[in-house]
């Protein structure tokens, strides 16, 4: 009889098919089950539930005769229908939840995750050489950048800095709408987007599952030939932008020259590797400057595997860190994705983002709708759920360390050396959002006083103790000091409640 291997829903490129390594030899035969208690459990976006269900199915007719599709309402059903007590493998999954699962069938084989550039063990041996000191993003991505050799001219980084940050912290061009660069890439939908949209109405009409957000046309890619299509059309004329504007917001142009590139990559349909190595062809041909090419390496080959790592190192626990004992509720305007309801012309803008595609760029999730929650000290697990609900890139292993530990500093500064928080200033420097406010982003108090400025100061005398030990952040609470109406404003905060400001 053929191998079975399955393949869970964020394992859908031919990296996770090839039969290199051993792992699937040329004969195997595919599974893919769909789960509806995943979306029992969870109020998911739709268009994010659209496009996993899009992508498995699109991916279950590439492979033909060799794979098997089931609709269950567990992965153990989908498992007993097709294989019985048969043996199965998988490669490593990307959730906690998922990895016990298989490990608790003894009929299925786990090998090594892929869909990463660095393994479990590297990061293991390099986290042991820190020797406790804190595990740095960027000392993580120059031992990657050093040991797979990316954007390295002999053993020194390309233009002598690991960091081109200081480039890329343009605001927005002045009086532009839009930044000057193509439209970015979206697919079309076909037959099969259809049969799950049909579906996905018949689950809320009979089976009782419900959505947050819209269901627009869908904006990702479902399939390796999209995916690439993506990579390819953000490197040729997108990528060139990306690093002087990577943290700047514009009302009119939610994506700005992001590569939008998450979903393919969380769906395994894109490989890391295969986007590292456009960047740095598209730098050494000379279509783009280095500070672009070296600031989306970063993100891939930085961030995104340094995230990865943390959250299988730091433990099951750390999903319940709460170091500034934050338990506010998510109000219901937020929850719902009631942009309509919010004043904050910044707040209402990325919340109505959300809303339409589940997708927002990093810095209005950092920013705006994170720095929100931290400063009305709402319960960072409920924050943590309501990310990986409502964007179309969220899964666990991503949500954990970015809102737990980025976005929260839940986890008291594990993963950042500060929280992520600021006043309207930043929001205006980096954005045109204050323009068309009812608030005045350097006002704290009186009827036009900005929420984020307001919060900021009342963040910051909540935590005083915590924060004035912190070097980075000591000037910042010393600010408090020369405020002279600490008291008030941390009044208004209080009486703002959790009303959509
Ligand atoms: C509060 C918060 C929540 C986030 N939640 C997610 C999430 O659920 N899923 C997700 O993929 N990213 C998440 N990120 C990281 C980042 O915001 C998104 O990866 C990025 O905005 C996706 O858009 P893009 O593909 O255009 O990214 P680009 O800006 O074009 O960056 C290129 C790629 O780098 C990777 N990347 C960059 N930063 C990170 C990071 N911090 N963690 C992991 N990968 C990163 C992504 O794969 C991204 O596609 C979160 C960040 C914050 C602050
Ligand atoms: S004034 Fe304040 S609330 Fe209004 S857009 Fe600017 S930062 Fe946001």
């Given at each position: 009889m053929s191998p079975v291997h399955w393949l869970f829903g964020d394992q859908l490129g031919p990296h996770f098919t090839?039969?290199?390594?051993?792992?699937?030899?040329?004969a195997t035969r595919w599974l893919l089950i769909e789960s509806r208690a995943v979306f029992r459990r969870r109020r998911f976006h739709r268009a994010k539930a659209h496009l996993v269900l899009s992508a498995m199915r699109h991916r279950a007719a590439e492979l033909g005769d060799r794979a098997r599709h089931v609709s269950a309402e567990t992965y153990r059903e989908g498992l007993a229908r097709t294989v019985g007590a048969g043996p199965v493998s998988v490669h490593h999954p990307t959730s906690r939840a998922a990895l016990a699962l298989v490990d608790s069938l003894p009929q299925v084989t786990v090998h090594p995750a892929r869909g990463f550039l660095t393994g479990h063990r590297e990061f293991a041996d390099w986290a042991a050489r820190q020797k406790g000191r804190r595990l740095l993003q960027e000392n993580f991505y120059e031992h990657t950048r050093r040991t797979h050799d990316i954007l390295m001219e002999g053993d020194r980084p390309a233009g002598g800095r690991w960091n081109l940050d200081h480039d890329n912290r343009?605001?927005?061009?002045?009086?532009?709408?839009?930044?000057d660069v193509e439209r970015p890439y979206r697919p079309g939908e076909d037959e099969i987007d259809e049969e799950v949209r049909r579906d996905l109405d018949r689950w809320e009409r009979e089976e009782g599952i419900s959505f947050a957000g819209r269901d627009g046309p869908?904006?990702?890619?479902?399939?390796r030939q999209e995916a690439l299509a993506a990579l390819d059309h953000f490197v040729t004329h997108r990528l060139p932008t990306f690093g002087a504007y990577e943290d700047a917001m514009l009302a009119g142009d939610p994506?700005?020259?992001?590569?939008?590139?998450s979903s393919s990559l969380n769906l395994g349909l894109l490989d890391p590797w295969e986007c590292v190595s456009r960047a740095e062809e598209a730098w050494r041909a000379g279509h783009v400057p280095l500070n672009s090419a070296e600031g989306f390496v970063r993100q891939v080959c930085g961030w995104r595997e340094y995230v990865w790592h943390l959250y299988w190192h730091f433990g099951e626990d750390y999903r319940h860190r709460n170091a500034l004992r934050h338990t506010a509720p998510l109000p219901d305007w937020f929850a719902e994705l009631d942009a309509d309801a919010v004043g904050a012309r910044c707040l209402s803008t990325v919340l109505a983002q959300v809303r339409d595609t589940g997708w927002t760029h990093h810095i209005p999730r950092l920013m705006v709708l994170g720095s929100h929650a931290l400063q009305r000290g709402w319960d960072p697990g409920a924050v943590t759920d309501w990310f990986h609900r409502c964007f179309v890139d969220g899964y666990d292993w991503v949500m954990l360390p970015n809102v737990v530990g980025m976005s929260q500093y839940a986890d008291g500064g594990l993963m950042t050396t500060k929280p992520y928080t600021s006043g309207g200033a930043y929001i205006h420097r980096m954005s045109d959002l204050c323009g068309g406010c009812r608030y005045r982003p350097g006002d704290r108090s009186g009827a036009r006083a900005c929420p984020y400025t307001v919060g900021y100061w009342a963040f910051l005398r909540r935590h005083r103790a915590r924060l004035e030990g912190n070097p980075r952040m000591t000037r910042a609470v010393r600010g408090l000091d020369r405020l002279g109406d600490a008291d008030q404003v941390a009044r208004q905060h209080r009486d703002a409640g959790d009303a959509p400001p």
């Open positions: 090839a039969t290199d390594g051993g792992a699937t030899p040329p343009e605001p927005p061009p002045r009086g532009a709408d839009a930044l869908r904006l990702f890619p479902a399939t994506v700005m020259s992001h590569s939008l590139l």
